[in-house]
């Protein structure tokens, strides 16, 4: 790209934002305006293509391991993950893949759907013609076993491999620290405007930048936009369609023709397929209601992946589902004060355990009871009210 224009703007398009024109990789302009619409009448270059850069706050990237085929069942089987997360609901959330890989684990962005949109709409009234619209923290260097922290002002960057995220800096020395620690990382990349590194971080590699001013700031982001390609946000519903009328211009009547064929070669397809996919449907809600008598109190998520793991054939004769199950459901009668809501058997041989419970002694005293069993217990995301208790995740795996 010869002439990229870079907007890192605020939370909504009336705050202040900041920009920069970057001409072969080099920043040869950058300035603040007091919001999108300044901008777009002071400052913006129409030749110049433009990335919009949103604050990573209301953004969530996380790995996500999924047994689907393809991307479209992935991102949906995710959307249930992220809801914990941004909360809003499965229908509100826009859900889209770092890249395009076929990996079973992959980088996924999530935000709100309307938040999203009301950018969109903005930029669009304004004229403003955006090639790529990601999240700041998404433009961090990305390298294997690396882990970049950027400190600017207040806010708190992190990004490791695609995985990350932004807070206030006072919140998170501790959570980075433990993050950092967890996924045995080796090294980190480390931007801040101060040389002193606020990090306890024994044994790991750490490679400190320091940003002196807002346009050293933006001579960054120009640089890790050239070096690598961002998560772009502009996928799905939002990926920016195709003019089909300029594009068959040249070729009117042979592009006339192409289309009638088209459509009557489809017009089959889909014939057949509305029949084949009857009879799925059939033969699905047979499936589901066979599922829901054997296990009433379970919803239903990824049938055949959760019939597979009830019936310990999620890893052949090595499956660890039975036993870490028992152990579970004896702990669990033992102890009391807690309600099993979800399982989810991985292949790495760990069991995801979903649990409703009255108090947080409660679940202390399922996880020493867990542990007692022989086995290793981890506490997933924050705990979180639901009804007159708390919700929460245990990650429960063999101590062998």
């Known amino acids: 790209m010869t002439e990229v224009q870079l907007i890192l703007a605020g939370d909504t398009p009336e705050d202040q934002l900041r920009w920069a024109l970057v001409k072969d990789g080099n920043v ?22 433009t990335v919009l850069i949103l604050p990573g706050e209301r953004f969530v990237a996380r ?13 949906q089987s995710v959307r249930f993950i992220l809801e914990d997360d941004l909360g809003g609901g499965i229908d509100g959330l826009h859900v889209c893949c770092a890249d395009d890989s076929d990996n079973t684990i992959r980088a996924v962005i999530g935000v709100q759907r309307e938040w999203l949109q009301l950018w969109l709409d903005e930029v669009s009234d304004l004229g403003i013609n955006v090639k790529i619209v990601t999240a700041d923290f998404l433009l961090m260097p990305k390298e294997s076993e690396t882990a970049a922290i950027l400190l600017d ?52 590699e750490v490679e400190h930048f320091q940003i002196k001013d807002e346009h050293a700031l933006m001579v960054f982001y120009a640089a890790s936009l050239q070096k690598q390609k961002p998560a772009n946000l502009l996928q799905g519903e939002f990926e920016p369609g195709i003019d089909w009328m300029e594009f068959t211009k040249p070729w009117r009547l042979a592009g006339a023709l192409l289309a009638a064929c088209i459509v009557l070669y489809f017009g089959m397809l889909l014939g057949e397929a509305i029949k084949f996919n009857a009879a799925a449907d059939r033969i699905t809600a047979q499936a589901e209601d066979r599922f829901r008598a054997a296990y009433p109190d379970m919803p239903i998520r990824n049938l055949r992946s959760q019939a597979r793991q009830l019936a310990g054939a999620g890893e052949g004769g090595g499956s660890q589902f039975l036993p870490l199950s028992a152990l579970l459901t004896a702990s669990l009668e033992t102890v009391g004060g807690a309600e099993l809501s979800l399982l989810n058997y991985s292949e790495d041989g760990s069991l995801e355990v979903e649990l409703q419970f009255a108090t947080i002694d409660d679940l202390d005293r399922l996880k020493e009871a867990l542990i007692g069993s022989g086995l290793s217990v981890d506490e997933g995301r924050s705990l979180t009210p639901s009804g007159n208790g708390y919700s929460g995740r245990l990650t429960v795996r063999s101590a062998a």
């Open 28 to 49: 040869v302009k950058s300035a603040v305006a007091e919001s999108l619409r300044a901008f777009s009448e002071s400052a913006h270059n129409n030749g110049a293509e």
């Open 63 to 75: 790995h996500i391991s999924s047994p689907a085929k393809s991307k479209q069942q992935f991102l």
């Open 153 to 204: 002002n207040d806010r708190l960057m992190y990004n490791a491999s695609g995985e990350g995220f932004v807070t206030e800096q006072a919140f998170a020395r501790d959570l980075v620290e433990d993050l950092i620690t967890q996924k045995g990382i080796t090294k980190v990349i480390l931007l801040s405007r101060i040389l002193r590194n606020p990090f306890n971080l024994p044994g790991v």
